[in-house]
Nanobody
C-alpha cells in the first residue's frame, strides 16, 4: 500500500522560495500519478499541480503557473514542488496525493485516493 509523507514547508518571506517534497513508500511508485493540493482553513482544497505516471506530462493551476514546478525522482521515490516568488495568497497547508496511471494528469481532488498528512507553508514578512 502506498504511503506519502510531505516535508519542506515553513515560514518564508514574500518573494521567497521553498521546495516541498512528497516521499513515497510502498510498491509501484512509478505507476502512480502524483498531485499537489493546498487548503486554507474554511476554504475548499485547491488542486495546484500534478505529474502523470505514464508520461512526463505535468499540469498547473493558473494561480501557480510560471512560479511552481513539479518534478519526480524515481530513484528517490519522491515528487518535488519547487515554489518561487511566493506571496501571501500561497499560505496554506500543502498536500500530495496519489492516483492511478494517467497519461495526462488531472488536478481534480476526486481522482486521488491516497493522501499525505500535509505540510504548512506560511508566506509572511
Amino acid at each position: 500500500q502506498l504511503q506519502l509523507v510531505e516535508s519542506g514547508g515553513g515560514l518564508v518571506q514574500p518573494g521567497g522560495s521553498l521546495r516541498l517534497s512528497c516521499a513515497a513508500s510502498g510498491d509501484n511508485f512509478a505507476t502512480y500519478t502524483i498531485g499537489w493540493f493546498r487548503q486554507v482553513p474554511g476554504k475548499e482544497r485547491e488542486g495546484i499541480s500534478c505529474i502523470a505516471s505514464l508520461s512526463t506530462n505535468t499540469a498547473y493551476a493558473d494561480s501557480v503557473k510560471g512560479r511552481f514546478t513539479i518534478s519526480r525522482d524515481y530513484a528517490k521515490r519522491t515528487v518535488y514542488l519547487q515554489m518561487i516568488n511566493l506571496n501571501a495568497a500561497d499560505t496554506a497547508n500543502y498536500y500530495c496525493a496519489a492516483a492511478g496511471p494517467y497519461a495526462y494528469c488531472p488536478i481534480v481532488e476526486t481522482s486521488y485516493n491516497t493522501w499525505g498528512q500535509g505540510t504548512q507553508v506560511t508566506v509572511s514578512s
